[in-house]
């Protein structure tokens, strides 16, 4: 376990249930979910698919087992997906596209994470004496790797009505889409009207120690149900995890802003440290990606740094540093970060000059 003291700007998978969570778990009424009979677990299923006005949702166990039931359920064996180029599914979920559902990944860059139709329509392909069909196009909102990226609703329509006409399904990784609502002003249920499936994380800023939803129209929802059967997700009593669910997806959504300001503040912080380049308008949510390449230091070496004085956060890549903000940092360990993050870099620049 990380010291209490340390301030974990790693991801906002780090935060821990509050005590009203701790509270809704321990008195949680549960059935047999498998029987379809924990009324927790139904009840946090309903209100999500009442909350992204989609038929019916489904309580997985990761957001990787989301997006994997999913694609599943979207596609067949020998068909590609069109993902973005620094796509988790694409990247990060251990080629699950491929594992389970057979199919192909065709990255396409978008510029900033944010794919518009013109770049997705040059992959689209029919079955050819060459090529294998598209299957279905994944988006992904807010862009992780992108640095909290939001796409605007009008780039999502726009996406789902020009693959609809050509009967592909769009799918999009909301891991983050509360994140992204409340960036652009929204209710997830308006921002994700068009998608046919959406997939969010109640374990992320949202707080929930575990799980994540897949929420879509009845009939696809009832074969991705199968298919976490098949994965090994069928979780019995599992209304103990949806029991803080709810409390995420009822009450913690709507705190959101908070850490969307405090990784602006960062960002503002950091771009006024010598060494580090960052664009702080940029930081629209609450992940903040800055390039350290100018402090003589790579992102693994700093992080150590950081790490001896009480502050975590991962390098993405030698370049590029990644800092998350969430519930469990406040404004003062944000104040803290920036300061230790200051000392460690004029340190270096300064055994530099010696
Ligand atoms: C975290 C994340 C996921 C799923 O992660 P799990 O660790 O499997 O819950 C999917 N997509 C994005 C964009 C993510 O950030």
């Known amino acids: 376990m990380t010291e209490p003291s340390m301030i974990d700007l790693r991801s906002d998978t780090v935060t821990r249930p509050t005590p009203a969570m701790r509270r809704a778990m321990a008195e949680a009424d549960v059935g047999d979910d498998v029987y379809g009979e924990d009324p927790t677990v139904n009840l946090l ?20 087992m989301g997006n994997t039931v999913a694609v599943k359920a979207h596609t067949t064996h020998g068909q590609e997906v069109i ?24 990255p396409v860059e978008g510029a900033d994470g944010i794919l518009h139709w013109e770049q997705i329509e040059p992959f689209v392909r029919p ?3 060459h090529w294998a069909p598209t299957g279905l196009i994944s988006l992904e909102n807010t862009h992780n790797m992108r640095g909290g990226a939001v796409t605007p609703k009008k780039v999502i329509d726009d996406i789902c009505d020009r693959a609809h006409e ?11 889409v509360f994140n992204a609502a409340t960036a652009l002003g929204l209710r997830v249920a308006e921002l994700c009207d068009k998608v046919d499936t959406v997939m ?3 374990s992320k800023g949202l707080g929930a120690p575990a799980g994540s939803m897949v929420a879509g129209p009845a009939e696809t929802i009832d074969r991705a149900r199968l298919y976490r059967k098949r994965l090994g997700g069928g979780m019995r009593q599992a209304g103990v995890l949806a029991a803080p669910g709810l409390i995420a997806l009822e009450e913690m959504s709507k705190r959101l802003a908070i850490d969307h300001e405090n990784a602006r503040f960062l960002a503002e912080g950091l771009s006024r440290i010598p060494g580090i380049a960052i664009r702080p308008e940029s930081v629209r949510t609450n992940i903040v990606i800055f390039n350290v390449s100018g402090t003589g230091m790579t992102s693994y070496e700093l992080s150590g740094s950081l790490k001896s004085r009480g502050v975590l956060a991962n390098g993405v890549n030698p370049a590029h540093m990644r800092m998350v903000t969430h519930f469990d940092v406040d404004r003062a360990s944000c104040e803290r970060a920036l300061q230790v993050m200051e000392e460690v870099v004029c340190r270096t620049a300064a055994a530099v000059r010696a």
């Open 45 to 64: 299923e309903r209100r999500a698919a009442e909350i992204f006005g989609k038929e019916a949702a489904l309580f997985v166990a990761t957001g990787t």
């Open 83 to 106: 993902c973005e180029a620094r796509s988790h599914v694409f990247n990060y979920e251990l080629a699950m596209i491929a594992w389970f559902s057979g199919c192909v990944a065709r």
């Open 127 to 129: 079955l050819g004496p």
């Open 166 to 176: 050509r009967k592909l399904p769009v799918h999009l990784d909301g891991a983050r």
């Open 200 to 202: 969010f994380c109640l």
